[in-house]
Nanobody
Framework: QVQLVESGGGLVQPGGSLRLSCVAD????????MSWYRQAPGKEREFVAG???????DYAASVRDRFTISGDNGKNTVWLQMNSLKPEDTGTYFC????????????????????WGQGTQVTVSS
């Protein structure tokens, strides 16, 4: 069984910082990319930041220069450092793993699939 475990959410004042973590837990062979999405009440889920296996990163325009995504392929982990937080950053933040392959032998794996985490709440308010 494979799951994404997120942590690090909470309540923070405008201008503050938070660091989210996401660990892919299970007998994992590889993951093509890991990303963060967020969803505010009454709005659609939107892309925030992503990192592929080679270390290339991408950001939504609204968070570029404030958020930084980083990761460790060996630990199947990705972090999202969020600085200069604004009230409009409030929402549930979801981790997403693309093309996750599960190991079923020393050198073999099952077909890839996409996996979502359960989400962690971030609230930016004074």
């Amino acid at each position: 069984q494979v799951q994404l475990v997120e942590s690090g959410g909470g309540l923070v004042q405008p201008g503050g910082s938070l660091r989210l973590s996401c660990v892919a837990d299970g007998n994992i062979f590889s993951i093509s990319s890991m990303s963060w999405y967020r969803q505010a009440p009454g709005k659609e889920r939107e892309f925030v930041a992503g990192r592929d296996r080679g270390g290339a990163t991408d950001y939504a325009a609204s968070v570029r220069d404030r958020f930084t995504i980083s990761g460790d392929n060996g630990k199947n982990t990705v972090w999202l450092q969020m600085n200069s937080l604004k009230p409009e950053d409030t929402g549930t933040y979801f981790c997403f793993a693309q093309n996750l392959r599960v190991r079923n032998g020393p050198y073999t794996y099952t077909g890839g699939r996409d996996v979502w985490g359960q989400g962690t709440q971030v609230t930016v308010s004074s």
